[in-house]
């Protein structure tokens, strides 16, 4: 449907007040705002106040069906919900038609943000919820009036509101539905994550075993240049998306400007992820099509395009944000090499909740690209990550070996952990993770065959029928002994020196590193670092002897020693091999025996 001439008119005025826009310094982060083509369209329109809208008003309104240029909808105003969205903030029903719905069935995701305008031209709210039992022409409006502050508080947000049974009758006879299905009230129009650089079938896969801090509802989008979304059609009516995080990775929800004015633009109606004060990125966006959903919303598909500015609002009656300078951001950086092959890649991300799920993607996406196929082999793994605890910079950084059938999910997982971990570290700020990957199709690894004593000049192979035997304050000498596919291989240790006071028997614990589990955390940076220092590598093997309340141990059977005779000391020692080149499987629990 063309713009009403009443519509172009406001538009043709709004352009003698066009924004200027500052430009990022050169050589600023991934997020940086490209060079502007043309600025946007300032409409500065006019709130219309709830008390003034009635059941029965005419209605006309902006959105993108396809592109970057609005389209316009009628509709009919059904009611006003008091109290509809939170205390004080009111929802407008709105019965919309536009040629779209015939194969939508009603309104979509992506379209939270639509401006909704009186006949006089005033913007009386964004479209920002649909009923929730599924597609429908009926849309919730937010009011412009509670939009236009430039969301100065934010209220919680409720899930859903249920309709009373005049409006859901109102409700049902409009949109040809049950009364009950109609009572089942309003929702906030889906807008779950969109994410670029991942396919759909890896994105899946990570969402059904991945950690935690994945977000489950995430769905796959892609990127568009700045020639074809420029800032110049981020307009009332446009598309408009935000970002937590952008590059290689890029993590954003799009929906639709609502107005802009004064070099800001309000937009979605509803929140992002109801941030509050926020750093997002503010991008334009390309929309591909809509695609119809029968059980859900439909929901547009579209690429987002490279920052012209900064969402520093995300509140509970929409985003908000300015042009000019895109936010400083966090850089994950990932370098993977496979034979000739090799790429580096970068994410920026602007918002520190995201920083461990945009770390995890980045790294599996990247070494994805680079070896083109299942990651199945070994891999040398080094990170590091910087940031500052209370404004003092730090430094974190190790090495691994990793042998296994998908190589780019557990490593990626324990760094992406080590990052969600630092990020809930009241004072901690991480600003770069940057990691190195050396891939190859080596699947060989050592197993740890046996630990051997020096003992009257001969190596003695310790078992659990012939403990090693040691005198109280003496030294004793150990090695482990290596097989496995990756050939035998002997690791002296240095002599251990025995307590004085030690009687009856000792622990004596070996344990290949790729058998170990570990888990690096805490509530300081000081035990984050402590846990990282008592790590040992994949392809190192840890020997311990002492007592048995301090050998740290994990066989991952249910047999237990019986230490009666143990006597009444604590004390642990413990040794690392040199790294091997490969990983070390196997671990073995023996008894020194005191005599």
């Known amino acids: 449907m063309p713009l009403t001439p009443r519509r172009r008119r406001i538009l043709s005025l709004a352009t003698a007040a066009t924004l200027t826009l500052a430009l990022p310094a ?17 409409d500065c329109a006019a ?45 407008i029903m709105v019965d919309v038609d536009m040629p779209e719905f015939a194969r939508t069935g009603g309104i979509w995701q992506g379209m939270s943000g639509s401006p909704v305008y009186a006949d006089d031209g005033r913007l009386i709210g964004a479209v920002a919820y649909g009923l929730s039992y599924g597609p429908s022409p009926i849309a919730g409006i937010t009011p412009f009036a509670e939009m236009d502050d430039y969301l100065a508080g934010g209220t919680p947000v409720r899930g859903s509101l249920r309709l009373g049974a005049a409006d859901a009758r109102t409700v049902a006879a409009r949109a040809g539905i049950t009364t009950a299905q109609a009572a089942s009230g309003f929702r906030e129009l889906p807008m779950p994550m969109g994410i670029s650089g991942i396919t759909p079938r890896r994105l899946s896969q990570l969402q059904a075993k991945g950690p ?59 929140p992002l992820a109801l941030l509050g004060a926020t750093t997002e990125g503010l991008h334009p966006a390309d929309a591909i099509y809509v695609q119809p959903d029968s059980l859900g919303a439909p929901f547009k598909v579209a690429n987002i395009a490279p920052p012209v500015g900064t969402i520093t609002d995300d509140r509970l009656t929409g985003i908000t ?10 850089q994950i950086t990932s370098e993977v090499t496979y034979g000739t092959k090799s790429r580096t890649g970068t994410t920026a991300v602007s918002v520190q909740e995201f920083a461990a799920e945009a770390t995890f993607y980045q790294l599996i996406a990247n070494q994805d690209r680079v070896v083109d196929g299942p990651s199945k082999g070994s891999e040398l793994f080094t990170w590091t990550i910087t940031g500052t605890d209370r404004d003092k910079p730090f430094s974190l950084t190790y090495t691994d070996r990793w042998t296994g059938t998908d190589l780019s999910s557990e490593p990626s997982y324990n760094v992406a952990n080590l990052v969600s971990y630092l990020g ?74 025995l307590p004085k006071r030690a009687k009856g028997e000792l622990v004596l614990a070996a344990q290949g590193g790729d058998n170990r589990y570990s888990d690096v955390g805490g509530e300081t940076l000081a035990q984050v670092r402590a846990a990282l220092a008592k790590q040992f590598r994949h392809d190192q093997v840890q020997v311990q002897v002492g007592t048995p309340d301090k050998v740290d141990f994990s066989s991952g059977d249910d047999e237990e020693f019986d230490f009666r005779r143990a006597p009444r000391l604590s004390f642990v020692s413990t040794q690392v091999t040199a790294p091997l080149a490969n990983v070390v499987s196997g671990n073995k629990l023996l008894t020194i025996v005191i005599r």
């Open 212 to 270: 935690k801090f994945v977000e489950k509802t995430s769905y796959v989008m892609g990127k568009a240049p700045a020639a074809v979304a420029g800032p110049e059609t981020v307009i009332a009516g446009g598309n408009i998306a935000a970002s937590v995080a952008y590059g290689d990775i890029s993590m954003a929800g799009v929906g639709t400007a609502t107005s802009v004015c004064d070099g800001r633009v309000v937009g979605f109606g509803h």
């Open 321 to 330: 944000g300015a042009f000019g300078a895109a936010p400083a951001a966090t």
């Open 47 to 91: 709130p219309v106040p709830v008390a003034e809208i009635a059941a029965g008003d005419s209605v006309d309104g902006l959105t993108v069906t396809q592109g970057t240029t609005p389209t316009g909808f009628t509709g009919e105003v059904l009611g006003v919900l008091e109290d509809g969205i939170a205390p004080d903030v009111d929802m």
């Open 424 to 497: 809930s570290i009241d004072g901690i700020k991480v600003g770069t993770v940057d990691a190195e990957a050396a891939v190859n199709n080596d699947l060989k690894r050592h197993t740890l065959v046996a630990v051997e004593q020096r003992r009257g000049g001969q190596w003695v192979r310790v078992t659990r029928q012939a403990p090693a035997l040691g005198r109280a304050g003496k030294p004793i000498q150990l090695r482990v002994v290596l097989g496995g596919t990756a050939g035998k291989q002997l690791r002296w240790l240095k002599p251990i020196l």
């Open 26 to 42: 050169a050589g600023a982060s991934l997020l940086a705002s490209p060079a502007q083509s043309a600025d946007p369209v300032a």
